[in-house]
């Protein structure tokens, strides 16, 4: 089965990998697997401000709507500036599909940081922070994860399909950051 895997993971690379469009100009998304470990380090500008950003990004009762590989997102509990968040949904790449599913504890830092760790789920670590930065009138989300997953991860490939869901998410979480301030522009009377 494992050898079924890889293979269908090798042909992913090799044929459907290059399909994907490339992240945006001043994107970078780094993925590395070192055994069971994989880290991840993203950054991307968002033509918005920290608070229309934040906004989006703590938007978690309403996550699923424009992220597409979440089928469900929501507040279980808060408490100050800590909340305890449930998500289920299924990552893709071509036809291979991994189901997901966590309860993890978010710490904010009101339009500066989130802080992410693992209470439960169907990965054995996950751990991750989210910060933004001014940048010329922009916003700059730079993410940092480290996670051990409950599957075993093939390292070429995995690392393709890992950087691409990765900037998949983020780039629908700056189209949602920018539908939002050109909904909001509209609205406004100039």
């Known amino acids: 089965m494992k050898k079924n895997i890889f293979l269908l993971f090798i042909w992913l690379a090799l044929f459907i990998a290059p399909a994907f ?16 470990n994989v880290s991840v380090d993203l950054s991307l500008v968002v033509p918005a401000t920290r608070q229309e950003t934040w906004a989006v990004l703590t ?5 699923a709507e424009f992220v597409s ?17 449930f998500q289920r949904g299924s990552a893709s790449y071509g036809p291979v599909k991994f189901p997901f599913e966590s309860t993890r504890e978010m ?15 169907n990965m054995r670590k996950m751990e991750g922070t989210t910060q933004l930065f001014d940048e010329g009138g922009q916003t700059r989300i730079v993410y940092h994860g ?10 070429l490939v995995g690392k393709i399909f890992i950087e691409h869901e ?10 949602e950051i920018i539908r939002r301030k050109q909904a909001s522009a509209t609205v406004m009377p100039h």
């Open 166 to 175: 990765t900037h998949e998410q983020f780039r629908e979480m700056r189209n």
């Open 146 to 155: 480290d996670s051990v997953p409950g599957v075993w991860i093939p390292p």
């Open 107 to 121: 710490r904010l830092v009101q339009f500066d940081k989130i802080q992410s760790h693992l209470i439960s789920g």
């Open 69 to 85: 590989n979440l089928k469900e997102s929501k507040v279980l509990a808060a408490s100050g500036d800590t909340l305890k968040i």
């Open 21 to 36: 469009a490339e992240p945006q100009q001043g994107d970078e998304v780094k993925v590395q697997i070192a055994g069971e």
């Open 59 to 63: 938007d978690f009762e309403h996550m």
